[in-house]
């Protein structure tokens, strides 16, 4: 089992930044890619980001590209996100996961799922 907590989360001007942690439980946090989704009001779930288990591959949907970046620290359990340049339409509920199926776009390739932090851009 892993539990994810997530935090960082916050109201910011458009334009500021904002960077989010998940914290992971248990022991095999290395074992698993680490996403992020994010859900709008009215809106479905869906994917912004992606880790590999190692660091060495990222994933971004397009809208995010070149403003976000992913990371991770194993050896503190914890996978980031860094939110720059933000627009009001990033507002959402932002969500962290963990797969074991590195096809990181699909929900249904992650295990394990975060309660969310409420990320607020204002104009």
């Known amino acids: 089992q892993v539990q994810l907590v997530e935090s960082g989360g916050g109201l910011v001007q458009a334009g500021g930044s904002l960077r989010l942690s998940c914290v992971a439980s248990?022991?095999?946090?290395?074992?698993?890619?680490m996403g992020w989704f994010r859900q709008a009001p009215g809106m479905e779930r869906e994917f912004v980001a992606a880790?590999?288990?190692?660091?060495?591959?990222?994933y971004y949907t397009d809208s995010v590209k070149g403003r976000f970046t992913i990371s991770r620290d194993n050896s503190k359990n914890t996978a980031y996100l860094q939110m720059n340049s933000l627009r009001p339409e990033d507002t959402a509920v932002y969500y962290c996961?963990?797969?074991?199926?590195?096809?990181?776009?699909?929900?249904?390739?992650?295990?394990?799922w975060g309660q969310g932090t409420q990320v607020t851009v204002s104009s």
């Open positions: 880790i590999s288990w190692n660091g060495r591959s990222t």
């Open positions: 248990g022991r095999t946090f290395s074992s698993y890619f």
């Open positions: 996961a963990a797969g074991s199926n590195w096809r990181p776009q699909a929900s249904e390739n992650y295990n394990y």
